[in-house]
């Protein structure tokens, strides 16, 4: 295997009327809610990504607002550099997708209260960092975990 080789994440924050863009997949053993996104593919920029990822994952067209967080999970094999950015919505009503070539499928997708956020597996940490503006955004953030992620 190539040493030189990481993979790049990109999540989108999504948040409209007070309620954050969640979709149904399994994250964890004990998680199965994450913020929309994946892993970029080759060739495309990091912008591309994120707009593919929340179209094919959400069927909502989106852009890039701001750059949140860049974090790493440098444990991670390959390691694994994670970038979440603040999105809006461009046009487009959320559906399903089909995951058809998905090996992880998404089962459902929702705008929820932020203040319901811990009880769909987030931490208090992201949750407070959303309900305090996103301090710090725009920087460096280490591990994925500083940002409660």
């Not at 007070?18 to 053993?29: E, H, P, R, T």
């Not at 960092?129 to 955004?137: E, L």
Request: some cysteine; hydrophobic content about 35%; proline content about 4%.
């Amino acid at each position: 295997m190539d040493n030189n080789l990481f993979q790049i994440r990109v999540t989108g924050v999504l948040i409209e009327d007070g309620k954050i863009l969640l979709v149904n997949q399994k994250v964890s053993s004990t998680r199965s809610w994450s913020l929309p996104g994946g892993r970029l593919e080759q060739g495309e920029t990091i912008e591309e990504g994120i707009v593919r990822e929340l179209y094919e994952e959400t069927g909502l067209n989106v852009k890039i607002i701001k750059l949140l967080y860049i974090c790493e999970k440098a444990d991670s094999t390959p390691p694994l550099l994670h970038i979440t950015f603040m999105l809006e919505r461009v046009y487009g009503e959320i559906k399903l997708p089909t995951n058809e070539y998905d090996k992880n499928p998404i089962h459902d997708v929702r705008f929820i209260d932020i203040d319901d956020l811990t009880n769909y597996g987030f931490s208090e940490l992201f949750q407070d960092i959303i309900k305090r503006g996103f301090p710090n955004a725009g920087n460096y953030m280490g591990e994925k975990s500083a940002i409660g992620l």
